[in-house]
């Protein structure tokens, strides 16, 4: 079934940097796309961007890019999120969501629980 | 982008009665839709699936049904536990969307 977890969040000044990660275990890495989704405190579920299981296409919302890399490690089996020019607005849990190609549709399938990204002076 | 339209926002309903959640895409979305669950505190949850299957170890209460605009997810009898929130997500077209979000609440 596999498991997903999220690290690197906390509180940054508006303006700043913070750099996610995501590390999987229990399914073949290199076969997923990955997504970032964040829910803002109170919020719906927004998706951020999508990485394919080569890297070979990257999308992003239009209010992150420029701003937002997301990149992979398939040796680490490692999803990453490098945010720039952090926002006031950009201040949510932050999830990685695993493709499933099994499915029609390729829903998110495999979830992480989530790190808080804190954009506060 | 596709915006996903949710309704109600808010359902009141007690246990074992019948929920019908709606979601409106602003276009076609053919049925690369997706249900998810989500309780407090805690990720989302995969209900369904291209618009009518149930995910793995989803229970049969569960159902989603539509194609183009306008989908429906169905609980057929409610349990305690089927209270949350629950989104619709669409995967036609780049950018991913999610839908607002319908609050399912203990009447």
């Known amino acids: 079934e596999g498991q997903l977890v999220e690290s690197g969040g906390g509180l940054v000044q508006p303006g700043g940097s913070l750099r996610l990660s995501c590390a999987a275990s229990g399914f073949t890495f290199s076969s997923y796309g990955l997504n970032w989704v964040r829910q803002a405190p109170g919020m719906g579920l927004e998706w951020v961007s999508y990485v394919s299981s080569r890297s070979t296409s990257i999308y992003y919302r239009d209010s992150v890019r420029g701003r937002f890399t997301s990149s992979r490690d398939n040796a680490k089996n490692s999803l990453y999120l490098q945010m720039n020019s952090l926002r006031v607005e950009d201040t949510a849990v932050y999830y990685c969501?695993?493709?499933?190609?099994?499915?029609?549709?390729?829903?998110?399938?495999?979830w992480g629980p989530g790190t808080l990204v804190t954009v506060s002076s | 982008e596709i915006v996903l339209t949710q309704s109600p926002a808010t359902l009141s309903l007690s246990p074992g009665e019948r929920a019908t959640l709606s979601c409106r895409a602003s276009?076609?979305?053919?049925?690369?839709l997706a249900w998810y669950q989500q309780k407090g505190g805690q990720a989302p949850r995969l209900l369904i699936y291209?618009?009518?299957n149930r995910a793995t170890g989803i229970p049969a209460r569960f159902s989603g049904s539509g194609s183009g605009t306008d989908f429906t997810l169905t609980i057929s009898t409610l349990e305690p536990e089927d209270f949350a929130v629950y989104y619709c997500q669409q995967r036609s077209t780049w950018p991913i969307t999610f839908g607002q979000g319908t609050r399912l609440e203990i009447k």
């Open positions: 291209d618009a009518s």
């Open positions: 276009q076609s979305v053919r049925t690369y």
């Open positions: 969501a695993r493709d499933d190609p099994t499915y029609g549709g390729n829903p998110f399938n495999c």
